[in-house]
């Protein structure tokens, strides 16, 4: 037990492993889920314009503090047309639409809920109360031309994709995508569509750790699934790292005798980062690193072991990795007991309820994958935890 180490230096070394990806342009309609690595700018003034946000009459306010209730329609301002101008004569009006830029010389909007036409002139119902630069977004409000909108380091969703839109960046400067392969080892393992024989089990680790890469904006670059024979591991697996920037292997990784991963990685040159941390589940985690070369990761192959760890250090460091802002893990109060396994960080996979505490899910082991439905994350619950306070919360999928 001594020679393990925490999670919190486990993590600390593997994020230090490398620097961040490069970076590429890409098309706007493509970045969704890519790490922002430029400056947008507001290329004008947002809005650009007066812009009119109800349906109904531009006016001028002043005549309606003298007390007029009915004006003349002279004309229409709709979205999309410049140069509309409020004559200059009393009690003149101009219908104009959402969207639209305000006239000039008008400086009030009357909602068409407040008035009633007939015959081409407006007459205000009693309940109008029109007040000068009501329902009129004014121009450059919001951000002026020049104004730094979105920095480096952000993740481009539907917002910041509109902005970037908005600022006429077609193409932004995101980090690269890096080639992460998922690869499962095991003689006993089958494809998903096969029914397994005696003492096989399907490839569950391969498609529950991709799909958490996909949702993390990270998709693998390659999936595969290598036999125990050392020869043949080794062969392929010398391939798949000259191949990607990371690589997942998920089983293998222990010390029993048919965990050939570490020997093999040790002879292929990587160097141990680490191999063991303190935690249940996933103690036999372990990471190399191949100079000049990919990072690995070695996952155990129980499942629940294998998707905690991808959570707890993996997609944290792809994010780093891809230049993303680090932001600060969610803590969230443990609401009911737990078995704590003495000398071990437990990651105990919880429910969050709607009152921003969490419940306890323990599953019967680490095997036991089916035992995580109705979950939504876990807790990181280390040896000084009190029941009833707060612990570090890694939730399944993005909040």
């Known amino acids: 037990m001594k020679s393990l180490i925490t999670p919190s230096r486990a993590e600390t070394l593997i994020l230090s492993l490398r620097k961040p990806f490069p970076a590429e342009s890409c098309d706007l309609e493509r970045?969704?889920?890519?790490?922002?690595?430029?400056?947008?700018?507001?290329?004008?003034?947002?809005?650009p314009f007066d812009r009119v946000t109800m349906d109904g009459a531009a006016v001028r306010a002043a005549e309606i503090r003298s007390g007029r209730r009915s004006f003349r329609i002279c004309g229409m301002a709709v979205a999309g047309e410049a140069g509309a101008v409020l004559p200059s004569e009393e009690c003149a009006a101009m219908e104009v639409m959402t969207g639209a830029i305000l006239p000039r010389g008008a400086d009030c909007i009357l909602p068409c809920e407040w008035y009633r036409l007939k015959e081409g002139i407006l007459i205000l119902t009693e309940e109008a109360a029109p007040e000068a630069g009501a329902?009129?977004?004014?121009?450059?409000?919001?951000?002026?031309?020049?104004?730094?909108?979105?920095?480096p380091g952000v993740r481009l969703g539907p917002v910041a994709i509109s902005i970037a839109a908005a600022c006429g960046c077609d193409r932004p400067m995101v980090s690269a995508l890096p080639r992460v392969a998922v690869i499962g080892t095991g003689d006993e393992l089958v494809p998903v569509e096969?029914?397994?024989?005696?003492?096989?089990?399907?490839?569950?680790?391969?498609a529950a750790l991709s799909s958490a890469l996909e949702l993390a904006g990270h998709p693998p670059s390659e999936t595969g699934c290598l036999r125990d024979d050392p020869q043949s591991l080794r062969m392929e697996l010398e391939g798949i790292l000259s191949r990607n920037d990371v690589v997942v292997l998920t089983g293998g990784v222990s010390k029993g005798k048919r965990d050939h991963v570490p020997e093999i990685a040790r002879q292929l040159g990587a160097l141990p980062v680490l191999h063991g941390i303190a935690q249940r589940p996933g103690k036999p985690m372990a990471v190399w690193n191949m100079p000049d070369g990919p990072v690995i990761f070695g996952l155990p192959g129980n499942p629940v072991s294998a998707l905690v760890c991808l959570h707890r250090y993996l997609i944290p460091a792809l994010d780093r990795w891809s230049g993303a802002v680090p932001v600060a893990t969610p803590r969230m109060k443990l609401s009911g007991g737990f078995v704590r396994p003495p000398g071990l960080t437990l990651f105990l996979p919880v429910d969050a309820e709607s009152n921003g505490a969490v419940r306890p899910l323990p599953v019967a082991n680490s095997g036991d994958f089916a035992g995580l439905i109705g979950s939504t994350g876990f807790l990181e619950l280390d040896e000084t935890f009190a029941e009833g306070s707060e612990a570090p919360y890694f939730p399944w999928t993005a909040p």
């Open 31 to 47: 970045a969704t889920g890519r790490i922002l690595r430029q400056e947008i700018k507001a290329d004008h003034d947002f809005p």
């Open 194 to 206: 096969e029914k397994p024989g005696p003492g096989q089990i399907r490839r569950t680790n391969i």
């Open 135 to 151: 329902f009129i977004h004014a121009r450059a409000s919001d951000h002026r031309t020049g104004e730094v909108l979105l920095r």
